[in-house]
């Protein structure tokens, strides 16, 4: 039995990431503005930039200059800056649950695990860039906690090795995130046609973890099968969080809620035909009816019948074979014509 799947509306995951620019109150109300807009989960990461990597001023250590958000910062820095810390994760875990929605983390290393379970998480996410951690893989899954694992930049073989370490130690609620890791991440490499792939692949649930700008993407998402999304959240965009360029504002979130699931309903069956909600519609398609009074004996001509709605009369097309024939009976203006009046 998994958490998600196609029978339900898609859930909806914002990440606080580094969104709350240091400050543990812009993090409790980034809680409330999820809770306020519709998201089902809130998720943050469990790191340090310790546990992330070393203090090294070497290129290899450093991100490209071009890079769009972050060029040439040094990783350490980076994560010094875009932490959550470990402090926080308790008031952050209590004012998601006061607020009814679920709050969760992504682990990066042992430590990060002990902490999260200590905190009784539902949950664990592997983010992309950790697919091949499969030692952390098994510790998250080992916990017998529901584990979604995200999985941009990897290869067929790679997803396939993630999911068995996942099933090895015994985890049976696994989901899986179709992601493009770049950030932001360009809609024309998003390639959301690989989600039917994936869920034919691995016959597990697939979901959608996205880096671009908006919410076109994600809503597109739920026609190929998307049972969850999570998207990078922010108070507001200008404030300049880490993630904040290609984060969602809450009311961009909250349209998501509701466009999101307005997408999943419209599913649907492949059922090919008139549905209940057309019912009424089926009444006024046209038919031919005699629209201006007429008696026995008169002739039939476009001036008394024509194709009008509502239905009643006989098909358009007759229109041809009643026209020229003679009336067998009076009959008043918005009579359905039928054989045998002529």
Not at 49 to 59: G, L, S
Not at 111 to 122: C, G, R
Request: hydrophobic share 40%; charged share 25%.
């Amino acid at each position: 039995m998994t958490m998600f799947g196609t029978d339900k509306r898609p859930y909806i995951v914002a990440e606080m990431s580094g969104n709350h620019n240091g400050s543990l109150d812009r993090a409790l109300a980034l809680v409330d503005a999820a809770a306020d807009n519709g998201a089902d989960a809130i998720k943050i990461q469990t790191y340090t930039a310790d546990t992330m990597t070393v203090d090294v001023k070497h290129e290899r250590f450093q991100l490209s200059q071009g890079h769009e958000l972050w060029g040439g910062e040094y990783l350490y820095n980076l994560y010094e800056r875009a932490h959550t810390p470990w402090d926080w994760h308790q008031p952050i875990f209590d004012r998601a649950r006061e607020r009814g929605i679920t709050p969760f983390s992504s682990p990066f290393d042992r430590t990060a695990v002990e902490l999260l379970e200590k905190l009784d998480a539902p949950m664990y996410k592997i983010a992309s860039s950790e697919i091949t951690d499969l030692p952390l893989i098994r510790l998250a899954a080992s916990t017998g906690k529901p584990i979604i694992i995200s999985t941009g930049m990897a290869s067929v073989k790679e997803i396939a090795a993630a999911v068995e370490a996942a099933e090895g130690v015994g985890a049976t609620d696994i989901t899986v995130l179709s992601c493009t890791a770049s950030y932001p991440a360009p809609p024309e490499f998003t390639n959301l046609r690989r989600i039917p792939v994936l869920a034919q692949m691995l016959e597990k649930p697939i979901g959608l973890s996205d880096h671009t700008h908006g919410i076109g993407v994600p809503i597109a998402s739920v026609a190929f099968g998307a049972c969850l999304i999570e998207k990078h959240f922010t108070m507001d965009r200008a404030d300049g969080g880490v993630d904040s360029a290609f984060s969602l504002n809450p009311a961009e979130l909250k349209a998501m809620r509701i466009e999101s699931e307005r997408a999943w309903q419209a599913l649907g069956t492949t059922h090919i035909g008139p549905t209940e909600a057309e019912k009424e519609g089926l009444r006024f398609r046209r038919s031919l009816y005699v629209v201006a009074d007429v008696k026995a004996g008169d002739k039939v001509t476009p001036e008394n019948v024509r194709s009008i709605r509502p239905t009643g009369g006989l098909e358009p097309d007759s229109i041809g074979l009643v026209m020229g024939r003679t009336f067998t009976a009076d009959a008043e203006k918005g009579t359905p014509l039928s054989w045998d009046l002529v």
